[in-house]
């Protein structure tokens, strides 16, 4: 047995059996053996040196059919580096001697043998470091096991166990046959968490050397509330993990309680709460957990894991099941939200140095016109199905927005000439996500409908934190006295201009975030669907008077946990039940 500690990114337990992705950087942690263990370790390597040899002949022959020999030479050069005796014998020594695991002493040996060989004057020995690389890394592979294509042979009752996931892969995953995600890379407010939240599938992040260490196969128990995993549990272990399983349960069936209840505070202050949505598969999840329709759709995930642009009728048909199920609520639909760490598949959309930094969002699309017109006709046509708003992220100054709106003025009487209806009521407004809009947001306000505070970007970009680097996630903090300023000076001038303003980051799913907003007179919390009944039995356990002068205190505090520490006390004695994942 032995135990990793990560980030906890989606709550909830499951135990499984691992499946691991092959990371781009073959990593291998070293794993003792016992002297009995020894022959059966030896075994593994010569099995995983035949497996390799197999396909790489299958794979020369395949060659040899269609095109001129020149790979197929390459290929018979790899399988002379599996023969390499000064390779497998010193791998077979080690593992005898030394008493480690298969993979860790081929994967020692292979590097000690690509530095002598990289090192080397000669360009023949140089060629060779990288057949051996290669061919080295594949048996390596084939020792833990590992999946070369993304979810192809993913079994049921699985634990996804991945160096990193990007969120588009994180979203075609099969969700009946996986029970679990575990990566080393990432943090809570990562695309990637944030699909597991919305998926409901236990998540821990930001969990290191697991890869290396984990094999296809083990047995896993993965902790999402409380960030650990569990290679080879005992039984012990895995009873008490069994048990938390079912007392998760339970907390699940009170929850379900308050689904058909308002989220509606002890002196009546109303507030809408409704659900951030990724995935049309998530609008069962919103009906489920009673939420107040749905408060950020961001399309983006429609674009992903595509070759192709989805079509004007085809973002119709999506937009308009988000609309009709959210009816008779609001359904608010961003337009795309590419760049940062969601990506088009398409070559021409070049990788940059600094992509949170860079073409994103609303910048991409006022580059990428075309794309952009075609989601607009799209939602604009989807006013016809529903109570639709549509929303504008990462907006950084009244210009943007005004050119946004330009076009989309454009494309409404383009639509209106070809005869289409088009709601005139129709709410535009924008994501407060950069600190530059929180500091204009004045100016702002009177040119929108309203806004949505997008926490999960704003506190990077205030803080200069990258919102999935698991490495400083110790320094994103959604407390911080700069980001509780910038929240307050957007809800004053909110308020000032008479237009509502709404949160749809991750940081609202904790209770004391519920209750400081609530405070600051926010109309609407929009959250991952799982989180709402949370934040929902908060809203309904508090008062709002309570909030205001709770809320008016913190903003004038000087750190983060003066401010924690101050909230904490004051739910528990407003009786605001604390719940399992906080921040
Ligand atoms: C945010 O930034 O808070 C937000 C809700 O948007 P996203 O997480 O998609 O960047
Ligand atoms: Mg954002």
């Not at 009546?268 to 998530?282: D, H, T």
């Not at 992220?393 to 383009?414: F, G, H, N, Q, Y």
């Not at 929180?438 to 990077?460: M, P």
Request: hydrophobic share 45%; proline share 4%; net charge negative.
């Amino acid at each position: 047995m032995r135990e990793f500690t990560g980030i906890p990114a989606s709550g909830g337990v499951a135990l499984g059996r691992a499946f691991v992705v092959a990371p781009r950087e073959l990593t291998v942690e070293r794993r003792d053996i016992a002297l009995d263990e020894v022959e059966a370790e030896q075994m593994r390597l010569e099995r995983a040196l035949a497996v390799t040899r197999d396909e790489f002949a299958s794979l020369r022959d395949e060659v040899k059919k269609h095109e001129a020999s020149i790979r197929a030479e390459i290929l018979d050069a790899y399988m002379l580096v599996l023969d390499d005796e000064m390779l497998t014998e010193k791998a077979r020594d080690m593992i005898r001697e030394d008493r480690v695991s298969a993979e860790y002493a081929f994967k020692t040996t292979l590097d000690e043998m690509l530095v002598v060989f990289e090192a080397m004057e000669d360009p023949y020995f140089r060629e060779r470091a990288v057949d051996l690389r290669g061919v080295g890394n594949r048996v390596v592979m084939n020792l833990l096991g590992v999946a070369y294509r993304l979810f192809e042979d993913v079994s049921d009752n699985s634990i996804l166990v991945a160096h990193d996931l990007p969120p588009s892969d994180a979203a075609a995953l099969p969700r009946e046959k996986v029970g679990a995600i575990v990566t080393e890379v990432g943090s809570r407010t990562s695309h990637t968490a944030i699909i597991a939240r919305s998926m409901e599938v236990p998540a821990v992040v930001g969990a290191d050397g697991v890869v290396g260490y984990v094999r296809a196969g083990d047995s896993l128990v993965v902790d999402g509330i409380n960030g650990r995993v569990v290679v080879n549990p005992t039984d012990e272990v895995e009873a008490s993990y069994e048990e938390l399983g079912r007392e998760l349960l339970a907390e699940e069936k009170r929850r379900a309680r308050v689904a058909e209840l308002p989220a509606t505070t002890l002196d009546g202050y109303r507030i809408e709460l409704s659900a951030n949505i990724e995935l049309l598969a998530e609008l069962e999840a919103v009906a489920r957990h009673g939420c107040d329709g749905v408060g950020l759709y961001r399309t983006e995930f429609l674009f992903l894991h595509r070759s192709d642009l989805p079509s004007e009728e085809e973002q119709l048909d999506a937009y308009r099941k988000v609309a009709e199920a959210s009816f008779p609520h609001s359904c608010i639909i961003r337009t795309i939200d590419i760049g940062g760490d969601k990506f088009l598949s398409f070559p021409e959309v070049a990788r940059e140095i600094n992509p949170f930094l860079g073409l994103r969002a609303i910048r991409f699309c006022l580059k990428r016109r075309d794309i952009f017109r075609t989601q607009l006709r799209a939602i604009l046509r989807t006013t016809a199905y529903g109570k639709v708003k549509i929303m504008f992220p990462m907006i950084s100054d009244v210009e943007e927005l005004r050119t946004a709106k330009e076009i989309l003025a454009d494309v409404k009487r383009e639509l209106e000439r070809e005869g289409r209806f088009v709601d005139e009521a129709l709410e535009v407004g924008i994501m407060v996500e950069v600190p530059s809009a929180a500091l204009s947001a004045d100016l702002l306000a009177q040119e929108c409908d309203f806004f949505s505070l997008g926490t999960n970007d704003l506190i990077q970009y205030t803080l200069a934190v990258d919102r999935g680097n698991e490495k400083i996630a110790y320094l994103y903090e959604p407390f911080h006295p700069a980001v509780l300023k910038l929240i307050k000076t957007t809800a004053d001038a909110a308020h000032r201009n008479s237009i509502w303003i709404g949160i749809c980051g991750e940081m609202i799913a904790d209770p004391k975030a519920a209750i400081l907003l609530l405070g600051l007179s926010f109309d609407e919390f929009s959250a991952s669907p799982a989180s709402v009944p949370d934040i929902k039995i908060a809203l309904r356990a508090a008062r709002y008077v309570d909030a205001r002068r709770v809320a008016e205190r913190a903003v004038t505090m000087t750190s983060a946990s003066e401010i924690r520490s101050f909230l904490t006390r004051e739910l528990a004695e407003m009786g605001v039940p604390a719940v399992r994942c906080q921040w």
